[in-house]
T-cell receptor
Framework: KQEVTQIPAALSVPEGENLVLNCSFT??????LQWFRQDPGKGLTSLLL?????REQTSGRLNASLDKSSGRSTLYIAASQPGDSATYLC??????????FGTGTRLKVLA | GAGVSQSPSNKVTEKGKDVELRCDPI?????LYWYRQSLGQGLEFLIY????????KSGLPSDRFSAERTGGSVSTLTIQRTQQEDSAVYLC????????????FGSGTRLTVV
């Protein structure tokens, strides 16, 4: 049974810092991995999608990497801003439609 | 519509009452998903629709939970005889089809059972 773990559970950093969020999963036979952002009282917004054949994806200040063999993904946020404060969720799918989510990392960027 | 719409945004109900949660997906999206997010826990898959049929209902926690989708569009999640452990945020998402990995989520319905 696939399990997804995210470390740390919460993180507080000063504005401008580069930071790394970690995600690990127990079954390396994944179809794809997504990183989502969730703001309080809002739904989830997809940030980056990495297909199983890919090693990384980049969007602006965000870079996500995938190492299937070790069951790990990282989300790198460069030059963090207060607007980046949110909960970041990692999700993996072993098939075409169902995702297994981690419990998230709650990020606070201090001005 | 432009996004996935869920209603109500908040629902407080008494234990034992039935509730209906509604999801209106993006127009043209054939796949629709319901997830539940309990306090301090990750999102938990409930059910998946492709068109009007539900090939995977494996996440529904008990027979008090049911869902339907009509016209390949709006979906309703019904919880009968609500219990306090049903309190959670219920999130709906849609995608172009089941092979499209990109979900669009709604803002969710926060259900509180008192």
């Amino acid at each position: 049974k696939q399990e997804v773990t995210q470390i740390p559970a919460a993180l507080s950093v000063p504005e401008g810092e580069n930071l790394v969020l970690n995600c690990s999963f127990t079954d390396s036979a994944i179809y794809n991995l997504q990183w989502f952002r969730q703001d309080p009282g809002k739904g989830l917004t997809s940030l980056l999608l990495i297909q199983s054949s890919q090693r990384e994806q980049t969007s602006g200040r965000l870079n996500a990497s995938l190492d299937k063999s070790s069951g790990r993904s990282t989300l790198y946020i460069a030059a963090s801003q207060p607007g980046d404060s949110a909960t970041y969720l990692c999700a993996v799918s072993s098939g075409t439609y169902k995702y297994i989510f981690g419990t998230g990392t709650r990020l606070k960027v201090l001005a | 519509g432009a996004g996935v719409s869920q209603s109500p945004s908040n629902k407080v109900t008494e234990k034992g009452k039935d509730v209906e949660l509604r999801c209106d997906p993006i127009s043209g999206h054939t796949a629709l998903y319901w997830y539940r997010q309990s306090l301090g826990q990750g999102l938990e898959f409930l059910i998946y629709f492709q068109g009007n049929s539900a090939p995977d209902k494996s996440g529904l926690p008990s027979d008090r939970f049911s869902a339907e989708r009509t016209g390949g569009s709006v979906s309703t999640l019904t919880i009968q005889r609500t219990q306090q452990e049903d309190s959670a945020v219920y999130l709906c998402a849609s995608s172009e089809d089941s092979y499209s990995p990109g979900y669009t989520f709604g803002s969710g319905t926060r259900l509180t059972v008192v």
